[in-house]
């Protein structure tokens, strides 16, 4: 927690200093991540992370700074470079406006003494190395436990305060086989240690692996495919910000305009809730300390909201979407937990139907193979061909191609059975996505 | 800066605690990030980067700690905290602190002695020459990023050094528009210079070069997806090799057999036309340092030569599971990460060709102008990369510009289909994101050509 008499120090500061509607964002981020690595502690890593963005508007011109190093030294300095950035930024005047919302915090049910999690975590990892013949390491088997602390506060007292906390266990194998070696992980987010099933993720892990071993690439050429849970909910995660205000007023993407128009297949719906249960982030108000909301971004194919900040010139309506990286960044659109809504039918069941497909399993690459300004994208991916009545084939070493804007407007089917994306701080969760037809490159 | 006696403390303590090597990194970073959207700043700011990290090692085991807050109470609080994972033993010893090794610092302008409307006003002169190059071009954006970073490094073994880190960079995107279709290009000059690098290159060059590949690209056909020869452009093009096979040489891969090379020294892995060098030590380049972030000495490392396994990039805690010496490699983005084995600046060595001969030898192909960015699993060696520009090569020649590929492979492989290296080397700058955080770093190659690889495409 902020220290009361540095943040009571910090405003009187600003305000000798000239700087007006000051307002401070304090981030504390704690964590505890242990790995267990031929059944014994490999690494254990503990942080304590605190940093404070100090932001105002000086001459009439809006600013901020940072320090990390939290002392009244520190903040005198951090001013200085506030005002002499406010003079060459040039950016109109911001009023701090924090909402009136109540104080949430998720905790972690009952934390368990470190050495007990160790304990647990050798044994599984015994487990799963016998769970195949063909495992060569239990590269992974960790515990992460983190808890983030947020503070928004103003000049005027105001006070806005936010914490939440996840624990995520991982397992990672390298399998192999005739001199073939693959690899694969698998992972769980969680309100808890105990629920975290690390078999489960063994198990996950494995098979993965070692359905890749005999894997190779398949002729390039259009195929019915589908994105299973997991690859959709990444690739969602990396469009998000096509949705945002920033993105159409810097005249890039498309749905500039679009609100209320059709822009996906009816069965297409994709919700942002601050408050999802499974989600990783537990937000009542944004960096902004506007409240939260919980909204549709695209309703049965109908494009509902763009999410957007105070910050933005057009904004009409604030959705509770200004959001910091960090207390070193300034506020930017963003989103807390995404979810699309799930179909009626497993993705086993969906495949039944179809004589031919190519299930994607993994896609990697997403930094650079997706161009959020055009949509087109183009990824390294994995999976396995099915052909009615032939054995499953495993595929790699190929490429996934398209274009999101169209893909929305393709998809014909979604699961029942969801998986999340990679990142805990922004969560989305999605069903598999079933495609007509899509942009295999291969051999 | 934390004081030496301090800093002596915390290694006695983690010594105490079961450790057998204990190591404090300290960090000092003035850092300026500015974000010009056309002639608007769309963000800017001026900040202090501060805090200690702290790593012990118990065999191959390693514990970290970071904070910001530099008491000695909590310094050595958290120090005993985490090193609770160890059994204590009393046969380890920490050796005294010699005197401080203090490293020049080679920039003549310190960035924090520049006014910020001096800054704004290089980037200024970027945005008016990309805007001048052609009508089609809509948007200039312009991120401009200075750093002096100071840093000491001391451990058990009583090291005790310190490096200063000037760093500057300026990342130029141009947005086009040709017929509805709105493409980008890209440049990225940085150095470890101090601002007087921005009165060493030609600013309205590089704003020229942005707006120059954005232009090119409106408007392009989709690439055809498929297998064919790939001629990579010198400079930031050495990315592929950055992917296909530097990561996999760094020793966080290859100490626990988790990489495609382990084991395989003085073997054949490449084509023998490869030399791959990985040199921090080159002076005033992006990716180079006085010390690492373990406090080696930076320097030029062969990695492979003329197709044979010369040698790895290894930290202290992989050099002991490999039982080899630490090549200057440990390298971090803050006191927020431990170290590892990290590129610096990595390129392909000059071969005997000509740009000239490479094309009139590819009847067919893609020519990859520039790239943008990649990502590899070092167990499998399978890579990817996105393509900025790119041109078909037909009959020898450069064609029509393609949009959207993607290059995939196995780094083993792609490495024997390298059938011609040019004369021309060029290292550009960029960014890595790994185990350790984002780094800066050189990537370069001569033009370089693969005879066969997979492009994947959106046709």
Redesign the interface.
Known sequence: MLNHQLKTNIFSLCKAEGIEQAELYYRRTTSVK?NI?NE????????????LNISGNYQGQY????????DEA?AK??IT??K??A?????PIRNSHLAKVNETHSKVEEKQP??EI?KELIAAQGKIKDMDARI??V?ETSYIQTTVEIQLYDEKEGCLKDTYEYCKGSVGV?VEEDGI???ASAWELSGKFEKIDYLALGKKAVTDATALLKAA?IY?GTYPVILQNNVAANLISYILPIFFQDTLE???GKYAGKIGTKVATEKFTLVEDPQLPSGGVKRSFDDEGTATNKKYIIQNGILKNIVNRSANKEATLLTGNGFRESY?T?VGTGVTNCYVEKGTRTTETILKDLTECVIITDA??L???I?V??G?F???SSGYYRKKGQADRPV????????FYQLFQEIQELSQDTAASESEEQYVESPSIYLKQL????? | MLTKEVTQKILETAIACGGDFAEVFVEDKYNTT?IK?NQE?E?????????VGIRVFCGT??????????SEENLLQ?TK??C??FQKNNKSVCTTLSPLETAPILSEKQFSEI???Q??EVMDQVVAAGRNYDRAV??M?IKYLDQEQHIIVANSEGLYKEDNRNKTRMLISS?AEKDG????GYVGPGAMKGFEFYQEIDLDAYGREAARGACAMAGAD?CT???MSVVVENGFGGLMFHEACGHSLEASSVA???S?FSNRLGQLVASEVVTLVDDGSIPKAWGSLGIDDEGNKTRKNVLIENGVLKGYMIDRLNARIMQMEPTGSGRRESY?Y?PTSRMTNTYIAPGKHTREEIFAATNQGLFVKSI????V?P??G?????VAEAYEIKNGKIGKPV????L???GGEVLQRVDMVGDNLSIGQGYC?AGSGALYIGAGQPTVRISNM??????
Do not use: H
Request: with cysteine; proline share 1%.
């Open positions: 242990v690595e014994e502690v490999d690494t254990c890593k503990q942080s304590d992370e605190e940093g600013a901020a700074t940072y320090i990390e190093k939290l520190s300095a951090a470079y506030l002499e950035a003079q060459g930024n040039q950016k470190l050495n160790i060569d390491s590269t390298v070696r693959q690899n690439p390039s810097k005249g890039t070193k300034n990697d690459g930094f650079a193979g161009n300004n055009t087109d183009s990824l390294i790699k070493q190929i490429t996934i191609g398209g274009n942009m295999i490159g291969g051999l | 500015i959207n700043v963000d800017g700011s001026v900040a202090r980067d501060y805090g085991k390693y514990v970290y700690t970071y904070s910001s807050n530099d958290i905290e985490v609770q994972v006014p910020y409307k800054k704004l809509k948007r954006w947005y279709d709105t493409q980008s989709y997806a498929g297998q626990k057999g988790n495609e927020k431990a943008s960015a990649g990502s699993n167990v499998t399978d890579f990817n990369f996105a949009k959207g590929a993607t995939i492979g196995k994101y997979t492009v994947g495409g959106i046709k």
